[in-house]
């Protein structure tokens, strides 16, 4: 790894000027060179398997916007399909699992075979190999909670109402279930690493819905057991913790996790997040995507005080979750030029 890569260096608690930049869900369906790929694929899932169209649509954001780094294309749920859970996706319903709904059925989930998973290793390999020297390539998997509540529910839930009952109702069976998500999450990124990414994000989606008690238990504790576990192994890689709807919390995650960055919600007022954090603290984030999809004068409002919140210490520029597919073009352009202009 090398210091030039900007986003790299503010990872590492260094300042800039003009701060690094990428795009939650930047290689997504707001591009039409990824929808005409997409179009060529049986399911979404075979689309992440696929490492020549996976690798493709990674580097697409690149070449249109330069952003400092490419995050690899792949899904959080590719963790459950390697453990035996038949996983599927709807389209325009989302991701569609056979829900684990007694303690039995986590008993019955086979090995993490993650050898299943070699296509995202190849289409790592593939990428790294297509980079501009100056971006930085990032790696993800889904937070044990988030990728747990899928696997509970079968789907996506509002408020994660059937894996918080579960995890009531069946402590012992839950803690398992986390604590196998901890070691399959961790050897996926570590193989991820070793295939070519250098920075490592782990979203935790669905953090907000948890009251404190539940959110030590099942957020804050298997984060902290990740990242001790990555900077073990693999210390210098930086590792970036994205815990949506951490409000409150987000002092005491910087203080505890470990992590190198913590990526900020939409909902999380800049000004107060930097006066609660150290000034050493790499933050994210974290522009409204609806602001994105509006553009305009109200785009460069917010852009304007994203930047002027952060200035002078630590930041990456992105959104607070992830970019919208009707969100156009013209306006990604207006965002990357506003940031950049210094």
Same mark, same amino acid.
């Given at each position: 790894?090398?210091?030039?890569?900007?986003?790299?260096?503010?990872?590492?608690?260094?300042?800039?000027?003009?701060?690094?930049?990428?795009?939650?869900?930047?290689?997504?369906?707001?591009?039409?060179?990824?929808?005409?790929?997409?179009?060529?694929?049986?399911?979404?899932?075979?689309?992440?398997?696929?490492?020549?169209?996976?690798?493709?649509?990674?580097?697409?954001p690149i070449r249109r916007f330069h952003f400092d780094a490419a995050i690899l294309f792949s899904d959080i749920l590719v963790i459950p399909d390697a453990m035996g859970q038949t996983v599927s996706f709807e389209t325009g319903e989302g991701p569609?699992?056979?829900?684990?709904?007694?303690?039995?059925?986590?008993?019955?989930?086979?090995?993490?075979?993650?050898?299943?998973?070699?296509?995202?290793?190849?289409?790592?390999?593939?990428?790294?190999?297509?980079?501009?020297?100056?971006?930085?390539?990032?790696?993800?998997?889904?937070?044990?909670?988030?990728?747990?509540?899928?696997?509970?529910?079968?789907?996506?839930?509002?408020?994660?109402?059937?894996?918080?009952?579960?995890?009531?109702?069946?402590?012992?069976?839950?803690?398992?279930?986390?604590?196998?998500?901890?070691?399959?999450?961790?050897?996926?990124?570590?193989?991820?690493?070793? $295939?070519?990414?250098?920075?490592?994000? %782990? *979203?935790?989606?669905?953090? &907000?819905? =948890? +009251?404190?008690?539940?959110? /030590?238990?099942?957020?804050?504790?298997?984060?902290?057991?990740?990242?001790?576990?990555?900077?073990?192994?693999?210390?210098?890689?930086?590792?970036?913790?994205?815990?949506?709807?951490?409000?409150?919390?987000?002092?005491?995650?910087?203080?505890?996790?470990?992590?190198?960055?913590?990526?900020?919600?939409?909902?999380?007022?800049?000004?107060?997040?930097?006066?609660?954090?150290?000034?050493?603290?790499?933050?994210?984030?974290?522009?409204?995507?609806?602001?994105?999809?509006?553009?305009?004068?109200?785009?460069?409002?917010?852009?304007?005080?994203?930047?002027? $919140?952060?200035?002078?210490?630590?930041? %990456? *520029?992105?959104?607070?979750? &992830?970019? =919208? +597919?009707?969100?156009?073009? /013209?306006?990604?352009?207006?965002?990357?030029?506003?940031?950049?202009?210094?």
């Amino acid at each position: 790894m090398s210091d030039e890569k900007r986003l790299i260096s503010a990872l590492r608690g260094k300042a800039q000027d003009i701060p690094p930049m990428w795009l939650m869900r930047q290689a997504g369906r707001y591009l039409p060179e990824y929808r005409a790929l997409r179009s060529e694929a049986r399911s979404f899932l075979d689309f992440c398997y696929t490492p020549a169209m996976a690798a493709e649509v990674t580097l697409q954001p690149i070449r249109r916007f330069h952003f400092d780094a490419a995050i690899l294309f792949s899904d959080i749920l590719v963790i459950p399909d390697a453990m035996g859970q038949t996983v599927s996706f709807e389209t325009g319903e989302g991701p569609r699992l056979d829900p684990i709904e007694t303690p039995e059925g986590v008993a019955a989930l086979g090995r993490f075979d993650i050898e299943k998973l070699a296509p995202v290793f190849e289409t790592i390999d593939r990428v790294k190999s297509a980079l501009p020297k100056d971006v930085a390539f990032i790696g993800f998997c889904g937070a044990p909670w988030t990728v747990a509540s899928y696997m509970i529910a079968g789907k996506g839930t509002p408020d994660q109402a059937p894996a918080r009952l579960f995890a009531f109702r069946h402590h012992d069976a839950f803690q398992q279930l986390i604590d196998r998500l901890v070691e399959a999450s961790v050897a996926y990124l570590l193989r991820q690493i070793d $295939a070519g990414v250098e920075v490592v994000q %782990i *979203f935790d989606s669905w953090a &907000g819905v =948890l +009251p404190a008690n539940e959110f /030590e238990a099942w957020c804050a504790a298997p984060i902290a057991r990740m990242v001790t576990m990555l900077k073990e192994k693999r210390p210098e890689v930086p590792v970036i913790a994205f815990v949506r709807g951490a409000d409150a919390h987000l002092p005491g995650l910087t203080r505890r996790l470990g992590a190198a960055g913590y990526g900020l919600d939409t909902a999380l007022d800049p000004k107060w997040a930097v006066a609660e954090t150290a000034a050493t603290v790499c933050l994210q984030g974290n522009l409204d995507p609806l602001a994105l999809i509006a553009g305009g004068a109200a785009l460069d409002r917010e852009v304007d005080t994203i930047l002027e $919140a952060f200035r002078g210490r630590p930041h %990456i *520029f992105n959104l607070g979750h &992830g970019i =919208l +597919p009707q969100t156009p073009i /013209e306006h990604v352009e207006r965002l990357v030029a506003r940031v950049r202009r210094g």
